[in-house]
């Protein structure tokens, strides 16, 4: 894996910021006076509030957009400040607004940023050498500066936009607003629907299974083996098995219900019951309770699928397949009666687009495994039985598509786009908001530019009066 892509894993998640403070602007938190007596002002490009940004964070900050592939062309000096302070803002008043987030969500964060890096290149010390980190709570510490101030940031923006909404009156005058020879153009789009066969383990595959994870555990309890070989050894996710099965959840950590009631039963120390997720089966073994934080560790093995299962799902879909052809019944029908994944059935099978979840994909923003899935469909044609494994280790499932409707490059039509149309009527009136709360608290917050940066054109007003 190339660095590039590793840094931009790593940077996308956090964003293009940088929380590090020095000692003294510490100091002299809650107090703005004493951060710039106590801070010697040579290296400081700006402070707001209790944030200090140094005019080395604007410098990593270019490292950072270079290491992503970003061409540094397309950012200023003075636009990158003008962002780290905007960033700094926020999370000063999200504190000043008791919007505070919990260590064990920023632990939370940091902890699957690193279980990520790591299963992108093999190991954590590759990680660490990588990022020039001489062990892994240097690291740790780091990204927990820059995880935090990030997310007070960005529960400031959302509180800010909560509440604002648009009614179909305000996004017709938005539409008429623009000019007719000045109105988007939107892509082509595609509305696809699928009828999904998710073939199973016979029952006595999944017994084995079953058997030998309470093998597993009981090797654990009665004959102290390693819960973290074993999961090395047997494990089969691929996201945790190089790492022992290891994984530092909270409540909100995005995992299947399944499996966070199961953690959340256990005690330290404990292992679970064998249990069922969508995934296979599993147990955990609560290794530390930090609070509200889990660190545990599972094994997860996934139930043999013989081949006959396979084939009989592919020739039902075959078979469903030719039935709509022959006019038995539309796709929509079949979808309803015969599918097997409960998210698309009950609405013809129609794909939701995760972005927005409308229906439509514009086809320069697809996902390219779906691309590809019906690129070569013509209107009306139905695909023949696809295979998908599931790249989070789950059982493939098979399925057949269809392009339900196709939408040709347009300008914007106020019938045909309204949804798209109110997206940006109501972006138009969030980043109003935002420029409105940005002046008044940029006037009510303890602010210094420094001399050098104050020839700079920022959007905001830093450099008051």
């Known amino acids: 894996m190339s660095k590039k892509l590793i840094a931009a894993l790593l940077f996308v998640m956090v964003g293009f910021v940088n929380a590090q403070e020095s ?45 992503q ?15 780290l302070m905007e960033d700094r803002l926020y999370a ?27 299963a992108q ?17 240097s690291f740790r510490t780091e990204l927990f500066e820059i995880n935090k101030l990030r997310m007070l940031s960005e529960k400031m923006q959302s509180k800010i936009v909560e509440e604002i909404e648009v009614t179909p009156e305000e996004v017709r005058q938005f539409f008429n607003r623009i000019p007719e020879n000045e109105r988007p153009v939107f892509g082509a789009e595609l509305e696809i629907a699928q009828i999904v066969k998710q073939p199973s383990a016979p029952e006595e595959e999944k017994q ?4 030998r994870l309470n093998q597993i555990k009981q090797d654990v309890e009665d004959n102290d083996a390693s819960f973290n070989v074993k999961a090395i050894l047997y494990s089969q996710d691929p996201g945790s098995k190089s790492n022992g099965g290891f994984y530092s959840m909270t409540r909100e950590t995005p995992f299947v219900k399944e499996f966070k009631d199961v953690a959340f039963s256990l005690q330290e120390g404990e292992i679970s019951e064998p249990f069922e997720t969508d995934f296979g089966y599993h147990i955990i073994y ?47 029908e079949a979808a309803l009666n015969f599918s ?35 690129r070569d469909l013509k209107d009306g044609e139905i695909s023949k039985p696809i295979r998908e494994n599931d790249e989070r280790g789950g059982p493939p499932k098979f399925k057949i598509m269809k392009i339900s409707n196709r939408y040709d490059e347009h300008k914007a039509d106020f019938a045909q786009d309204y949804v798209k149309i109110q997206e940006l009527a109501l972006r138009e009136k969030q980043i109003k908001a935002i420029k409105k709360w940005m002046d008044e608290h940029i006037q009510d917050t303890y ?10 054109d920022f959007a905001n007003n830093w450099v008051k009066d």
């Open 23 to 67: 000692d003294e602007a510490r100091a002299g938190k809650n107090d703005s006076t004493k951060v710039t007596k106590k801070v010697k002002l040579d290296g400081i490009a700006a402070v707001i509030g209790d944030y200090v940004i140094l005019e080395s964070d604007i410098e990593k900050t270019f490292i950072d957009l270079k290491s």
């Open 69 to 83: 592939g970003a061409s540094t062309a397309d950012f200023t000096r003075c636009g990158v400040l003008g962002k």
């Open 92 to 118: 000063h008043q999200a504190v000043q607004d008791s919007l505070l987030v919990s260590d064990d969500e920023v632990n939370a964060q940091s902890d699957r940023q690193i279980q990520q890096l790591t």
């Open 121 to 137: 290149v093999g190991s954590l010390e590759k990680v660490l050498k990588f990022y020039k980190k001489p062990d892994i709570e």
């Open 208 to 211: 084995k299974v079953i058997d």
């Open 286 to 332: 609560v290794e530390k309770i930090r609070g509200q934080e889990l660190d545990l560790r599972h094994i997860l093995l996934i139930p043999e699928i013989p081949k006959s299962a396979i084939e009989t799902a592919v020739e039902e879909l075959d078979s469903i397949r030719q039935h709509i052809i022959d006019g038995k019944y539309t796709f929509s």
């Open 340 to 374: 097997d994944e409960k998210e698309t059935k009950n609405d013809g099978g129609i794909l939701r687009n995760p972005i927005n979840y409308g229906s439509r994909f514009e086809l320069t923003n697809m996902d390219p495994t779906l691309y590809n899935q019906v």
């Open 447 to 456: 602010i210094h530019v420094n001399t050098d940066n104050r020839g700079c």
